[in-house]
Protein backbone atom coordinates (compact mmCIF):
# COMPACT_ATOMS: atom_id res chain seq x y z
CA UNK A 1 0.00 0.00 0.00
CA UNK A 2 1.35 3.16 -0.72
CA UNK A 3 1.35 5.99 2.01
CA UNK A 4 1.19 9.51 2.00
CA UNK A 5 2.21 11.68 4.40
CA UNK A 6 -1.62 12.69 3.99
CA UNK A 7 -2.63 9.47 5.15
CA UNK A 8 -2.46 9.11 9.03
CA UNK A 9 -4.69 8.76 11.50
CA UNK A 10 -4.95 8.78 14.66
CA UNK A 11 -7.78 6.57 16.99
CA UNK A 12 -8.57 7.28 20.45
CA UNK A 13 -10.77 5.68 23.08
CA UNK A 14 -11.79 8.40 25.18
CA UNK A 15 -13.04 8.84 28.86
CA UNK A 16 -9.85 7.65 30.13
CA UNK A 17 -8.13 9.57 33.38
CA UNK A 18 -4.46 10.28 32.74
CA UNK A 19 -1.92 10.31 35.12
CA UNK A 20 1.59 10.39 35.31
CA UNK A 21 4.42 12.40 33.75
CA UNK A 22 5.81 13.62 30.90
CA UNK A 23 8.75 15.91 29.57
CA UNK A 24 8.33 19.05 27.43
CA UNK A 25 9.79 18.93 24.17
CA UNK A 26 12.44 22.13 22.47
CA UNK A 27 10.59 24.79 21.84
CA UNK A 28 9.60 24.23 17.88
CA UNK A 29 9.27 27.73 17.26
CA UNK A 30 12.67 29.03 19.15
CA UNK A 31 14.63 25.99 17.22
CA UNK A 32 13.17 27.16 13.69
CA UNK A 33 15.01 30.75 13.45
CA UNK A 34 18.02 29.76 15.58
CA UNK A 35 18.83 27.32 12.49
CA UNK A 36 17.99 29.85 10.41
CA UNK A 37 20.24 31.96 12.38
CA UNK A 38 23.50 29.80 11.33
CA UNK A 39 23.06 31.47 7.51
CA UNK A 40 25.10 34.23 9.31
CA UNK A 41 28.02 32.37 9.59
CA UNK A 42 30.69 33.00 7.06
CA UNK A 43 32.47 29.88 7.97
CA UNK A 44 31.95 27.45 11.09
CA UNK A 45 29.53 25.40 12.76
CA UNK A 46 26.41 26.02 15.01
CA UNK A 47 25.56 23.41 17.59
CA UNK A 48 22.13 23.03 18.63
CA UNK A 49 20.84 20.92 21.33
CA UNK A 50 17.15 20.54 22.69
CA UNK A 51 16.28 20.23 19.39
CA UNK A 52 12.75 18.30 18.58
CA UNK A 53 12.36 15.80 16.21
CA UNK A 54 9.53 17.40 13.74
CA UNK A 55 8.22 17.73 10.59
CA UNK A 56 9.01 21.55 10.42
CA UNK A 57 12.55 21.07 11.55
CA UNK A 58 13.38 18.40 8.51
CA UNK A 59 11.84 20.82 6.32
CA UNK A 60 14.07 23.58 7.51
CA UNK A 61 17.22 21.46 7.83
CA UNK A 62 16.14 20.29 3.76
CA UNK A 63 16.02 23.98 3.48
CA UNK A 64 18.88 24.87 4.87
CA UNK A 65 20.69 21.95 2.82
CA UNK A 66 19.57 23.53 -0.52
CA UNK A 67 21.25 26.65 0.27
CA UNK A 68 24.66 25.18 0.51
CA UNK A 69 24.82 24.28 4.69
CA UNK A 70 25.80 20.68 6.22
CA UNK A 71 23.04 19.46 8.81
CA UNK A 72 24.28 16.97 10.80
CA UNK A 73 21.56 15.53 13.84
CA UNK A 74 21.98 13.09 16.26
CA UNK A 75 18.89 12.36 18.45
CA UNK A 76 18.19 15.87 19.68
CA UNK A 77 21.39 17.62 18.69
CA UNK A 78 21.91 18.97 15.50
CA UNK A 79 25.51 20.78 13.77
CA UNK A 80 24.60 23.29 10.83
CA UNK A 81 28.08 23.41 9.35
CA UNK A 82 28.33 26.73 6.78
CA UNK A 83 31.54 27.97 4.51
CA UNK A 84 31.77 29.51 1.31
CA UNK A 85 28.84 30.80 -0.86
CA UNK A 86 25.31 29.85 -0.31
CA UNK A 87 22.76 29.96 -2.99
CA UNK A 88 20.42 32.91 -2.72
CA UNK A 89 17.32 31.44 -4.08
CA UNK A 90 14.97 29.50 -2.28
CA UNK A 91 13.04 26.34 -3.94
CA UNK A 92 9.13 26.68 -3.96
CA UNK A 93 8.39 23.07 -3.19
CA UNK A 94 10.11 23.59 0.79
CA UNK A 95 8.72 27.21 0.79
CA UNK A 96 5.37 26.62 0.82
CA UNK A 97 5.29 23.83 3.20
CA UNK A 98 6.14 25.47 5.76
CA UNK A 99 5.50 29.55 7.09
CA UNK A 100 8.81 29.37 9.04
CA UNK A 101 10.79 28.92 5.73
CA UNK A 102 10.62 32.48 5.26
CA UNK A 103 13.21 32.74 8.26
CA UNK A 104 15.81 32.18 5.87
CA UNK A 105 15.55 35.99 4.67
CA UNK A 106 17.03 38.21 6.87
CA UNK A 107 19.68 36.07 7.44
CA UNK A 108 20.28 35.50 3.39
CA UNK A 109 19.88 38.94 2.24
CA UNK A 110 22.37 40.15 5.07
CA UNK A 111 25.15 36.93 3.97
CA UNK A 112 24.59 37.32 0.08
CA UNK A 113 22.75 40.77 -0.49
CA UNK A 114 20.24 38.84 -2.70
CA UNK A 115 17.32 36.73 -1.74
CA UNK A 116 14.58 34.77 -4.18
CA UNK A 117 11.74 33.76 -2.05
CA UNK A 118 8.19 32.33 -3.09
CA UNK A 119 6.13 33.88 -0.92
CA UNK A 120 4.85 31.10 1.51
CA UNK A 121 1.14 32.62 1.45
CA UNK A 122 -2.01 31.89 3.06
CA UNK A 123 -2.69 28.96 5.49
CA UNK A 124 -5.47 27.38 6.75
CA UNK A 125 -5.30 29.79 9.74
CA UNK A 126 -5.04 33.00 8.37
CA UNK A 127 -3.63 35.11 5.30
CA UNK A 128 0.29 35.70 6.83
CA UNK A 129 1.21 38.37 5.10
CA UNK A 130 4.87 39.61 4.98
CA UNK A 131 4.64 43.33 4.53
CA UNK A 132 6.25 44.53 7.80
CA UNK A 133 8.93 41.89 7.33
CA UNK A 134 9.77 43.65 3.62
CA UNK A 135 8.92 47.04 5.02
CA UNK A 136 11.83 47.00 7.52
CA UNK A 137 14.11 45.87 5.36
CA UNK A 138 13.68 48.24 2.61
CA UNK A 139 14.25 51.01 5.75
CA UNK A 140 17.39 48.96 6.25
CA UNK A 141 18.43 49.91 2.42
CA UNK A 142 17.17 46.84 0.48
CA UNK A 143 15.43 46.60 -2.71
CA UNK A 144 12.26 44.45 -2.51
CA UNK A 145 10.43 43.50 -5.72
CA UNK A 146 7.31 41.11 -5.72
CA UNK A 147 6.22 39.16 -8.74
CA UNK A 148 4.58 36.68 -9.90
CA UNK A 149 4.25 35.08 -6.44
CA UNK A 150 8.34 35.40 -5.24
CA UNK A 151 9.66 38.25 -3.72
CA UNK A 152 13.26 39.34 -4.66
CA UNK A 153 15.73 41.15 -2.41
CA UNK A 154 18.61 43.07 -2.90
CA UNK A 155 21.01 45.27 -1.07
CA UNK A 156 24.70 45.81 -1.61
CA UNK A 157 24.89 47.04 2.46
CA UNK A 158 22.10 47.06 4.91
CA UNK A 159 22.68 49.44 6.84
CA UNK A 160 21.50 50.42 10.42
CA UNK A 161 17.83 52.51 11.45
CA UNK A 162 15.38 52.72 13.49
CA UNK A 163 12.21 50.33 12.55
CA UNK A 164 8.73 50.62 13.70
CA UNK A 165 6.93 47.50 13.47
CA UNK A 166 2.94 48.77 13.30
CA UNK A 167 2.66 45.02 15.17
CA UNK A 168 4.73 43.12 16.99
CA UNK A 169 5.28 39.97 14.40
CA UNK A 170 7.28 37.80 15.69
CA UNK A 171 8.50 36.72 12.52
CA UNK A 172 9.17 40.36 11.57
CA UNK A 173 10.90 40.85 14.56
CA UNK A 174 12.75 38.17 13.77
CA UNK A 175 13.60 38.42 10.14
CA UNK A 176 14.92 42.09 10.83
CA UNK A 177 17.23 41.33 13.99
CA UNK A 178 18.94 38.42 12.13
CA UNK A 179 19.74 41.01 9.06
CA UNK A 180 20.67 44.30 11.38
CA UNK A 181 23.53 41.66 13.04
CA UNK A 182 25.38 42.09 10.05
CA UNK A 183 24.00 45.00 8.83
CA UNK A 184 26.19 49.00 9.28
CA UNK A 185 25.86 50.58 12.02
CA UNK A 186 22.76 50.68 14.96
CA UNK A 187 19.23 49.22 14.22
CA UNK A 188 16.19 50.12 16.78
CA UNK A 189 13.32 48.36 16.29
CA UNK A 190 10.49 49.05 18.59
CA UNK A 191 7.35 47.19 19.11
CA UNK A 192 9.24 44.41 18.60
CA UNK A 193 7.74 40.85 19.17
CA UNK A 194 8.73 39.95 23.19
CA UNK A 195 7.82 36.37 23.19
CA UNK A 196 10.20 33.79 24.58
CA UNK A 197 11.64 32.25 21.57
CA UNK A 198 12.75 35.64 20.36
CA UNK A 199 15.08 35.89 23.55
CA UNK A 200 16.04 32.90 22.89
CA UNK A 201 17.32 34.03 19.46
CA UNK A 202 18.77 37.10 20.55
CA UNK A 203 20.66 34.37 23.32
CA UNK A 204 22.00 32.50 20.20
CA UNK A 205 23.13 35.35 17.85
CA UNK A 206 24.51 37.13 21.40
CA UNK A 207 26.79 33.07 21.98
CA UNK A 208 27.64 33.96 17.74
CA UNK A 209 28.83 37.28 19.28
CA UNK A 210 26.03 39.55 17.88
CA UNK A 211 25.84 43.13 20.07
CA UNK A 212 22.07 43.16 20.89
CA UNK A 213 20.33 44.61 23.64
CA UNK A 214 16.79 44.88 25.06
CA UNK A 215 15.41 41.23 24.62
CA UNK A 216 11.74 41.28 26.47
CA UNK A 217 11.14 44.38 26.53
CA UNK A 218 9.53 45.23 22.79
CA UNK A 219 12.65 47.68 22.00
CA UNK A 220 15.17 45.76 20.57
CA UNK A 221 19.49 47.93 20.03
CA UNK A 222 21.29 45.71 17.64
CA UNK A 223 24.76 47.21 16.69
CA UNK A 224 25.83 45.49 13.50
CA UNK A 225 29.31 43.16 13.36
CA UNK A 226 31.32 42.31 10.29
CA UNK A 227 31.30 38.95 10.69
CA UNK A 228 30.02 36.21 13.64
CA UNK A 229 30.96 33.37 15.33
CA UNK A 230 30.64 29.65 15.73
CA UNK A 231 28.85 28.67 18.29
CA UNK A 232 26.67 26.27 21.01
CA UNK A 233 22.85 27.24 21.79
CA UNK A 234 20.70 25.59 24.08
CA UNK A 235 16.93 25.39 22.52
CA UNK A 236 14.02 26.74 25.36
CA UNK A 237 11.33 23.61 26.11
CA UNK A 238 8.16 24.32 23.96
CA UNK A 239 5.79 26.14 25.91
CA UNK A 240 2.95 25.11 23.54
CA UNK A 241 3.71 21.40 23.75
CA UNK A 242 3.97 21.49 27.38
CA UNK A 243 0.77 23.37 27.63
CA UNK A 244 -0.95 21.16 25.53
CA UNK A 245 0.13 18.03 27.85
CA UNK A 246 -1.18 19.79 30.90
CA UNK A 247 -4.07 20.83 28.89
CA UNK A 248 -4.73 17.00 28.16
CA UNK A 249 -4.25 16.50 32.42
CA UNK A 250 -7.89 19.37 32.92
CA UNK A 251 -9.50 18.18 30.50
CA UNK A 252 -9.88 14.26 31.66
CA UNK A 253 -9.58 15.50 35.05
CA UNK A 254 -6.64 13.51 35.92
CA UNK A 255 -3.33 13.56 37.25
CA UNK A 256 -0.30 14.91 34.89
CA UNK A 257 3.15 16.54 35.64
CA UNK A 258 4.74 18.71 32.83
CA UNK A 259 8.64 18.71 33.16
CA UNK A 260 11.63 20.48 32.17
CA UNK A 261 9.03 23.50 31.61
CA UNK A 262 9.47 27.37 32.05
CA UNK A 263 6.63 28.45 34.06
CA UNK A 264 6.80 31.80 33.49
CA UNK A 265 6.64 31.35 29.77
CA UNK A 266 2.68 30.11 30.75
CA UNK A 267 1.86 32.83 32.94
CA UNK A 268 -0.39 33.84 30.96
CA UNK A 269 -2.62 30.00 30.64
CA UNK A 270 -1.99 29.64 34.36
CA UNK A 271 -3.64 32.76 34.98
CA UNK A 272 -6.51 31.84 33.12
CA UNK A 273 -6.88 28.01 34.64
CA UNK A 274 -6.68 29.91 37.63
CA UNK A 275 -9.95 32.31 37.05
CA UNK A 276 -11.42 28.68 35.82
CA UNK A 277 -10.83 27.26 38.74
CA UNK A 278 -8.32 24.59 38.44
CA UNK A 279 -4.83 24.40 40.58
CA UNK A 280 -1.57 24.26 38.76
CA UNK A 281 1.15 23.15 41.38
CA UNK A 282 4.31 25.04 40.27
CA UNK A 283 7.31 23.62 41.53
CA UNK A 284 9.81 25.51 39.15
CA UNK A 285 10.58 23.62 36.48
CA UNK A 286 7.43 21.15 36.17
CA UNK A 287 3.58 21.83 36.53
CA UNK A 288 1.21 19.83 37.47
CA UNK A 289 -2.61 19.04 37.22
CA UNK A 290 -3.87 16.71 39.87
CA UNK A 291 -7.36 15.72 39.48
CA UNK A 292 -8.64 18.81 39.19
CA UNK A 293 -12.62 20.02 39.32
CA UNK A 294 -13.94 20.80 36.19
CA UNK A 295 -13.02 24.56 34.58
CA UNK A 296 -15.84 27.19 35.05
CA UNK A 297 -16.58 29.01 31.81
CA UNK A 298 -14.06 32.04 31.36
CA UNK A 299 -13.23 35.16 28.98
CA UNK A 300 -10.36 34.83 27.43
CA UNK A 301 -8.52 36.90 24.56
CA UNK A 302 -5.50 36.07 22.13
CA UNK A 303 -2.30 38.67 22.22
CA UNK A 304 1.20 38.83 21.53
CA UNK A 305 3.14 37.77 24.37
CA UNK A 306 2.91 38.08 27.24
CA UNK A 307 -0.57 37.61 26.41
CA UNK A 308 -2.20 34.62 26.03
CA UNK A 309 -0.99 32.53 22.78
CA UNK A 310 -3.29 32.43 20.06
CA UNK A 311 -1.03 29.23 19.38
CA UNK A 312 -2.94 27.34 22.71
CA UNK A 313 -6.66 28.71 21.75
CA UNK A 314 -7.30 25.83 20.14
CA UNK A 315 -6.64 23.43 22.95
CA UNK A 316 -8.23 25.83 25.67
CA UNK A 317 -11.62 26.14 23.30
CA UNK A 318 -11.85 21.73 23.85
CA UNK A 319 -11.12 22.46 27.46
CA UNK A 320 -13.55 24.80 27.81
CA UNK A 321 -16.28 23.22 25.75
CA UNK A 322 -16.53 20.98 28.80
CA UNK A 323 -16.84 23.29 31.71
CA UNK A 324 -19.42 24.69 34.01
CA UNK A 325 -21.27 27.66 31.70
CA UNK A 326 -20.32 29.90 29.11
CA UNK A 327 -17.16 30.92 27.75
CA UNK A 328 -16.13 33.80 25.32
CA UNK A 329 -13.34 33.09 23.22
CA UNK A 330 -11.43 36.29 21.48
CA UNK A 331 -8.99 35.71 18.54
CA UNK A 332 -7.34 38.43 18.13
CA UNK A 333 -3.92 37.11 16.23
CA UNK A 334 -5.29 35.35 13.12
CA UNK A 335 -8.55 35.83 11.04
CA UNK A 336 -9.45 31.98 10.54
CA UNK A 337 -7.96 30.03 13.64
CA UNK A 338 -11.70 28.56 14.57
CA UNK A 339 -11.59 26.10 12.19
CA UNK A 340 -11.30 23.09 14.95
CA UNK A 341 -14.46 24.59 16.15
CA UNK A 342 -17.01 23.28 13.60
CA UNK A 343 -15.15 19.72 13.99
CA UNK A 344 -15.23 20.35 18.11
CA UNK A 345 -19.11 20.58 17.31
CA UNK A 346 -19.09 17.27 15.97
CA UNK A 347 -18.15 16.00 18.63
CA UNK A 348 -21.22 17.60 20.58
CA UNK A 349 -19.63 20.97 21.60
CA UNK A 350 -22.06 23.79 21.76
CA UNK A 351 -19.94 26.50 20.03
CA UNK A 352 -21.31 29.90 18.60
CA UNK A 353 -19.16 31.61 16.21
CA UNK A 354 -19.40 35.32 15.54
CA UNK A 355 -16.45 36.83 13.70
CA UNK A 356 -13.40 36.07 15.83
CA UNK A 357 -14.95 35.70 18.69
CA UNK A 358 -16.14 31.97 19.53
CA UNK A 359 -19.02 31.49 22.46
CA UNK A 360 -18.92 28.21 24.45
CA UNK A 361 -21.41 26.73 25.57
CA UNK A 362 -19.83 24.06 28.38
CA UNK A 363 -21.11 20.63 28.17
CA UNK A 364 -20.82 17.50 30.71
CA UNK A 365 -20.03 15.62 27.84
CA UNK A 366 -18.19 15.08 24.50
CA UNK A 367 -19.31 12.46 22.15
CA UNK A 368 -16.51 10.59 20.27
CA UNK A 369 -17.05 11.07 16.48
CA UNK A 370 -15.08 11.32 12.82
CA UNK A 371 -13.21 14.62 12.65
CA UNK A 372 -10.63 16.38 10.57
CA UNK A 373 -7.27 17.94 12.12
CA UNK A 374 -7.84 21.09 9.90
CA UNK A 375 -3.90 22.69 11.06
CA UNK A 376 -1.81 22.00 13.53
CA UNK A 377 -2.78 23.28 16.93
CA UNK A 378 -6.41 22.68 15.97
CA UNK A 379 -5.64 18.96 15.35
CA UNK A 380 -4.42 19.04 19.19
CA UNK A 381 -7.23 20.13 20.13
CA UNK A 382 -8.94 17.13 18.62
CA UNK A 383 -7.01 15.03 20.36
CA UNK A 384 -7.64 16.64 23.78
CA UNK A 385 -11.52 16.34 23.04
CA UNK A 386 -11.08 12.69 21.92
CA UNK A 387 -8.91 12.08 25.14
CA UNK A 388 -11.86 13.31 27.52
CA UNK A 389 -14.84 12.34 25.32
CA UNK A 390 -17.59 9.01 25.49
CA UNK A 391 -16.32 6.24 22.88
CA UNK A 392 -14.22 6.00 19.72
CA UNK A 393 -12.84 9.09 18.10
CA UNK A 394 -11.01 9.05 14.68
CA UNK A 395 -8.86 12.35 13.74
CA UNK A 396 -7.92 12.46 9.94
CA UNK A 397 -5.03 14.27 8.53
CA UNK A 398 -3.13 14.27 11.99
CA UNK A 399 -0.13 14.65 9.68
CA UNK A 400 -0.28 18.56 10.67
CA UNK A 401 0.30 17.52 14.18
CA UNK A 402 3.73 16.23 13.07
CA UNK A 403 4.48 19.79 12.50
CA UNK A 404 4.83 20.24 15.76
CA UNK A 405 4.63 17.78 18.47
CA UNK A 406 7.32 14.60 19.00
CA UNK A 407 6.19 11.61 19.25
CA UNK A 408 2.50 12.74 20.34
CA UNK A 409 0.34 9.30 20.77
CA UNK A 410 3.77 7.73 21.86
CA UNK A 411 4.03 10.07 25.01
CA UNK A 412 0.31 10.08 25.58
CA UNK A 413 0.12 5.85 25.92
CA UNK A 414 2.29 6.10 29.35
CA UNK A 415 0.06 8.38 30.48
CA UNK A 416 -2.89 5.81 29.99
CA UNK A 417 -4.33 6.97 27.01
CA UNK A 418 -6.10 4.72 24.41
CA UNK A 419 -4.91 6.16 21.23
CA UNK A 420 -3.32 4.82 18.61
CA UNK A 421 -2.01 6.21 15.11
CA UNK A 422 -2.90 4.34 12.05
CA UNK A 423 -1.25 5.02 8.50
CA UNK A 424 -3.35 4.47 4.71
CA UNK A 425 -6.33 4.96 3.76
CA UNK A 426 -9.53 4.77 6.36
CA UNK A 427 -12.69 2.52 5.16
CA UNK A 428 -14.84 5.64 6.12
CA UNK A 429 -12.97 8.30 4.29
C1 LIG B 1 7.29 29.64 13.47
C2 LIG B 1 6.62 30.55 14.44
O1 LIG B 1 7.26 31.11 15.32
N1 LIG B 1 5.31 30.68 14.32
C3 LIG B 1 4.60 31.51 15.28
C4 LIG B 1 4.69 32.95 14.84
O2 LIG B 1 4.14 33.02 13.52
P1 LIG B 1 4.39 34.35 12.67
O3 LIG B 1 5.76 34.83 12.90
O4 LIG B 1 3.97 34.05 11.28
O5 LIG B 1 3.34 35.31 13.35
P2 LIG B 1 3.32 36.90 13.37
O6 LIG B 1 3.53 37.34 14.77
O7 LIG B 1 4.23 37.41 12.33
O8 LIG B 1 1.83 37.18 12.91
C5 LIG B 1 0.86 37.72 13.79
C6 LIG B 1 -0.14 38.53 12.99
O9 LIG B 1 0.53 39.59 12.30
C7 LIG B 1 0.20 39.57 10.92
N2 LIG B 1 1.36 40.03 10.14
C8 LIG B 1 2.58 39.46 10.35
C9 LIG B 1 3.65 39.85 9.59
C10 LIG B 1 3.48 40.85 8.62
O10 LIG B 1 4.42 41.26 7.91
N3 LIG B 1 2.25 41.40 8.45
C11 LIG B 1 1.17 41.01 9.19
O11 LIG B 1 0.07 41.51 9.01
C12 LIG B 1 -0.13 38.10 10.65
O12 LIG B 1 -0.93 37.96 9.49
C13 LIG B 1 -0.86 37.71 11.91
O13 LIG B 1 -2.20 38.12 11.83
O14 LIG B 1 3.94 33.76 15.73
C14 LIG B 1 2.55 33.45 15.78
C15 LIG B 1 1.88 34.45 16.70
O15 LIG B 1 2.29 34.27 18.00
C16 LIG B 1 2.35 32.01 16.24
O16 LIG B 1 1.00 31.68 16.14
C17 LIG B 1 3.15 31.06 15.36
O17 LIG B 1 3.14 29.76 15.95
C1 LIG C 1 0.96 28.44 13.77
C2 LIG C 1 2.01 27.71 14.16
O1 LIG C 1 3.15 27.51 13.44
P1 LIG C 1 3.56 28.21 12.04
O2 LIG C 1 3.75 29.65 12.31
O3 LIG C 1 4.85 27.54 11.71
O4 LIG C 1 2.47 27.92 11.05
C3 LIG C 1 2.03 27.03 15.47
O5 LIG C 1 3.13 26.60 15.90
O6 LIG C 1 0.97 26.91 16.11
Redesign the pocket.
Known sequence: MKVNSESYFIRIKGGTLLKGEVKAQGS??AA??IMAAALLLRDGKVHLRNVPKLLDIHTMSELLIGLGAKVYRDDHNMIIEVSGELAWETPASLVRKM??SS?VLGPLLARCGKVVLPLPGGCAI?????????KGLSKMGAQIELDKGAVTARADRLVGTRIYLD??????T?NLLMAAVLAEGETLIENA?R?P?IDNLVCALKVMGASVEGEGTGILRIKGKGELRPASVDIIPDR?EAATYLLAGVITQGDITVKGVIPEHLNALLAKLDEAGIEVINSGNALRVANPRRPKGITLKTM??PGF???LQPQMMSVLSLAEGTSIIHET???SRFLHASELQKMGAQIELQGNTAIVHGQKNLIGAEVYATDLRGGAALVLAGLAAEGETVIYDTHHLKRGYEDMVEKLIPLGAQIREEVGEPQSK
Do not use: Q
Open positions: KNLPRALGSRPMDLHFFPSVGAEAEEIPYSTDIFE
